[in-house]
Structure formats: structure tokens, C-alpha cells
């Protein structure tokens, strides 16, 4: 058996006891020439996280730290590494390697290389070692998914950004988000709260869609322009074929999710991109639904590097804000995070912090 490093972090062991956080230590890959060493100062809490490990999403590789919203600081980088250094403080988010060589990797679309990686839960092919995530001391990654952080954005706030935050700015980048558009942002949860942020910045009609009216005021601190409450009676009737996108962080197409109301908002080929990924993932449509507008239907995943590095840019410029809960890393804590996150009882995102304290300076 070969000797590999190890760093320590906070492992679920199986999902049947997947809100008890266990403190172990665990190998990790070799350093590669390319690759960065970080001490981790802050990680946020992503619903993707709890369908991992709660089992929601199928088998995983226990045991697992979680965690894909990671700040911390380089503390080694290999020989051949140009894009970070020993001192900078950098972000990872959800990926952490892909082949950097296939049409999808050359034309910045590395999120959809089909040979992509996870932060967390992925094999590394050599060694059969298991990524894993942010709830750790320590991550060692390639240095392309490692991201500079700007100074005037605090880690805490800069942690959800990189997984929730690039989520909703590449779709609503890389589809026209902008001045003279008229954007929806379906969901108020950690995700949507960054719609709006952006779709704010970024300078388009911004509105937010959610059940009921409880967020409405929220949503219109972060900026949003309107709003609408999919539970009022004929709550699109005054909006039909009036917008360019729609942007839907809804984690839950079940009873009541009436996608062809959402679509009857969409102007001609408007378009509505999906970002949510809910367990029970069955959309009901007809081709009816779309033959009105000629509105088109996809979705999305994470973001490039050069779109990571724009967000970034955009809410140091705009001096933009994640609005955080910021929770002091223990067992403990990760315990109760998780289940607030799956009550909703978060405005908008958790961040772990005080990492100095549990894994030491
Ligand atoms: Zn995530
Ligand atoms: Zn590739």
C-alpha cells in the first residue's frame, strides 16, 4: 500500500446516520505539478450536500466530507502552477478537475467535459482515492478550480458564491441576462437569492417568483424590481409573454409545480433554464405548453472558470453581499446546519467558519 498524505475533516460514515459528522482523518492524492494546497478558512452549506449524503441522489463513497463552496489560503502550489500562489487566499467550488483537452473543455464549457470531477465523492483514476469536500482542514486540487478571491469580498460571503452563486450567474449570463431583458428568478432559497442578486447587477428587469408573498420583502432588499406568488389566483395572468428568461432554482416539481403557467410568462422563444435539481426529478409537459410562445426549455450546470472570475469581479465592483449565516465548524454545528437546511430555515445560505479553531492555525 502506497503512503499518501492525509488531511482531517468532518466524514459522514453512511447515510442511514448521515447527520452524525465524525472527525477522521483521510488520504489524499498525491500533489501533482499543477496542483494547490489550501487551508481552508470557510465553507458553505449547499443543498447538494445533504442529497449526498442523506442518499437522496443514489450510492455514494462513504465515508465523505462534504462541503463544494470552499475559501482558504494556498499554502504549496506545484512546479508547474501559473494561477495560484503560496499566500493567496482562493475559492473551490463543486469541480475540481476535468480533462482541460476535449471540445467541451476548449470552448469554456469544462463543466460539461464528460470526463469532469467532483469536489467531493469522485475517484481519482491512479489511486481510487475519494474526493473529499470543505468540511475538512485542508483541500488539494488542480489549479484551474482554484479562484482568486477579490479583498473586498469577506470569505464567509465569497464561500456560496462558488457553487450557488456560479449556478445562477452562468445561465443567466450565457443567456442574455442584461439591461432592456425582463428576468424571473423562480425560488427564494440559497440559490434564487443569488438570482436576483445578479440578475440585479448584470442591470436586467429583475422578479422574483416564490409561493407565497413571506419573502417579498427580502426579495426586494436584494433588489428585485416585482414579484410574484405562484399561491395568489391568477398570478401570471398580468405577465404573460412579457419575459426573456426565466431562471428556475425550484427544488420541487411535485404536487402544484404548474410548469405551463411559468412558460405562459415566457415572450416568443423566451427562455426557461432550470438550474433546481429536485430528487424527484419528473417534469410534467406537454409540447402544448410551449406552442403559444415557441419558448425553449433547458438548463444548466456550475459555470466556467472565466465566468467564476467575472462573478467575482462583478460583486467585488458592485460591492455585492451573499446574505450568510455564518456557523462556527464543529459536529455539532454541521449536525444542526443540516437540519435547518432541510426545514428551510435559512435566509439565504449557511457558511462554516472558524475553521483556526477546530483544525488549528
Ligand atoms: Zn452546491
Ligand atoms: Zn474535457
Redesign the pocket.
Known amino acids: 500500500m502506497p503512503k499518501y498524505d492525509k488531511y482531517v475533516g468532518f466524514q459522514v460514515n453512511s447515510p442511514d446516520t448521515y447527520k452524525s459528522f465524525h472527525k477522521q482523518e483521510f488520504d489524499v492524492k498525491p500533489f501533482g505539478d499543477n496542483d494547490v494546497e489550501v487551508k481552508i478558512e470557510a465553507c458553505g452549506v449547499c443543498s447538494s450536500d445533504v442529497h449526498t449524503i442523506s442518499g437522496g441522489w443514489g450510492d455514494q463513497k462513504f465515508p465523505l466530507a462534504v462541503g463544494h463552496e470552499i475559501v482558504g489560503r494556498v499554502i504549496r502550489v506545484g512546479p508547474k502552477v501559473t494561477l495560484a500562489k503560496e499566500g493567496m487566499r482562493v475559492g473551490v467550488g463543486a469541480q475540481s478537475w476535468?480533462?482541460?483537452?476535449?471540445?467541451?473543455?476548449?470552448n469554456d464549457n469544462?463543466t460539461y467535459?464528460?470526463?469532469?470531477m467532483d469536489t467531493y465523492g469522485a475517484v481519482w483514476p491512479d489511486t481510487g482515492i475519494v474526493t473529499q469536500g470543505g468540511y475538512s482542514s485542508h483541500v488539494r486540487t488542480h489549479e484551474y478550480w482554484t479562484y482568486p478571491i477579490p479583498d473586498a469580498i469577506p470569505s464567509a460571503s465569497a464561500a456560496p458564491m462558488l457553487c450557488a452563486g456560479i449556478t445562477t450567474y452562468s445561465p443567466l449570463v450565457r443567456n442574455g441576462c442584461g439591461p432592456g431583458k425582463k428576468v424571473a428568478i423562480v425560488g427564494l432559497g440559497g440559490l434564487g437569492h443569488f438570482g436576483v442578486l445578479w440578475a440585479k447587477a448584470l442591470g436586467a428587469e429583475t422578479w422574483a417568483i416564490s409561493r407565497s408573498h413571506s419573502k417579498e420583502a427580502d426579495a426586494k432588499k436584494m433588489g428585485a424590481d416585482g414579484f410574484l406568488a405562484t399561491q395568489d389566483k391568477g398570478w401570471n395572468e398580468a405577465h404573460k409573454m412579457t419575459f426573456d428568461l426565466i431562471v428556475s432554482t425550484a427544488n420541487s416539481f411535485g404536487e402544484g409545480f404548474d410548469m405551463a403557467a411559468y412558460l405562459a410568462l415566457l415572450d416568443v422563444h423566451g427562455k426557461w433554464i432550470s438550474v433546481g435539481l429536485p430528487e424527484e426529478a419528473t417534469l410534467q409537459i406537454k409540447p402544448q405548453d410551449f406552442m403559444a410562445n415557441g419558448c425553449l426549455i433547458g438548463a444548466s450546470h456550475l459555470g466556467s472558470r472565466r465566468e467564476m472570475l467575472n462573478m467575482l469581479k462583478l460583486a467585488a465592483d458592485k460591492k455585492i453581499d451573499s446574505w450568510v449565516e455564518s456557523v462556527p465548524i464543529s459536529a455539532e454545528n454541521l449536525a444542526k446546519t443540516i437540519e435547518r437546511l432541510e426545514k428551510n430555515d435559512v435566509r439565504y445560505r449557511f457558511t462554516m467558519v472558524d475553521y483556526d479553531k477546530e483544525f488549528g492555525a
Not at 476535468?98 to 476548449?106: A, F, G, P, Y
Not at 467535459?113 to 469532469?116: N, W
Request: glycine content about 0%; aromatic content about 0%; proline content about 7%.
Open positions: 476535468s480533462c482541460l483537452e476535449c471540445r467541451q473543455c476548449k469544462e467535459c464528460p470526463r469532469q
